[in-house]
């Protein structure tokens, strides 16, 4: 079992910033892609960045541009600038690690007011 934790989520006004991370632990084995989904409320959970070992990157079309997905050893970070109310979700971090399966962090939840 690998417990990925979320930190950074909050309140913030539209137009403000807020850097999510997700962190696995150091013995986890190797991390074949990690993503960020968010989940508004009454919405479906959707993609919003991933980022793989090898450093491919793809974003949502709603966020490409204002939001940048980076990994340091084994915690990735999600930058979000020009945050917009509708921007509002629990954000959950992904992760795909090599023979061991896919996991779930337990979310954090962003609030952007207008």
């Known amino acids: 079992q690998v417990q990925l934790v979320e930190a950074g989520g909050g309140l913030v006004q539209a137009g403000g910033a807020l850097r999510l991370s997700c962190a696995a632990p150091?013995?986890?084995?190797?991390?074949?892609?990690t993503a960020w989904y968010r989940q508004a409320p009454g919405k479906q959970r959707e993609l919003v960045a991933t980022?793989?070992?090898?450093?491919g990157i793809n974003y949502a079309d709603s966020v490409k541009d204002r939001f940048t997905i980076s990994r340091d050893k084994n915690t990735v970070y999600l930058q979000m600038n020009s945050l917009k109310p509708e921007d509002t979700a629990v954000y959950y971090c992904?992760?795909?690690?090599?023979?061991?399966?896919?996991?779930w962090g337990r979310g954090t939840l962003v609030t952007v007011s207008a």
């Open positions: 992904n992760a795909e690690v090599a023979t061991w399966g896919t996991y």
């Open positions: 150091r013995s986890t084995n190797r991390i074949n892609a």
């Open positions: 980022i793989t070992s090898g450093g």
